[in-house]
């Protein structure tokens, strides 16, 4: 079960914020490329049993799902961070119009 975390940091350091996030990500895709790498070469050398290939493509493909739910997050962050720093900009604009 997925649960939303919400805490506050300053503006600025939401992209750090983010990166850090991001290395979850990166780590299970990593993971995924060198898993997928080794057993994609056992299989065209014919090593190992079929049914550890199967429960590792399977685990592959959750850490997979895993990482694209926490890349998702990040693009929503990112997103209203740049929809923060534009109404930021025009209430400059304003002020400095007004």
Same mark, same amino acid.
């Given at each position: 079960?997925?649960?939303? /975390? *919400?805490? +506050?940091?300053? =503006? @600025? @350091?939401v992209e750090? #914020?983010?990166? @850090?996030?991001? %290395?979850r990500a *990166? %780590?299970?895709?990593?993971? *995924?490329?060198?898993? !997928? ?7 065209? +050398?014919? +090593? $190992?049993?079929? #049914?550890?290939? !199967?429960?590792? =493509?399977?685990? /592959?493909?959750?850490?997979? $799902?895993? *990482?694209?739910? !926490?890349?998702?997050?990040? =693009?929503? /962050? =990112?997103? $209203? ?6 109404? /930021? #900009?025009?209430? @400059?604009?304003?002020?400095?119009? $007004?």
């Amino acid at each position: 079960m997925r649960v939303k /975390i *919400a805490y +506050t940091v300053e =503006l @600025e @350091e939401v992209e750090s #914020e983010v990166s @850090e996030i991001m %290395s979850r990500a *990166a %780590s299970d895709l990593d993971y *995924a490329y060198q898993e !997928v790498t080794r057993i994609q070469l056992d299989l065209h +050398t014919d +090593t $190992g049993d079929l #049914e550890s290939k !199967v429960k590792e =493509l399977d685990k /592959i493909r959750l850490k997979l $799902g895993r *990482a694209d739910q !926490v890349l998702d997050d990040c =693009l929503s /962050i =990112l997103q $209203g961070l740049d929809q923060a720093k534009k109404q /930021i #900009e025009e209430q @400059e604009d304003e002020i400095q119009d $007004g």
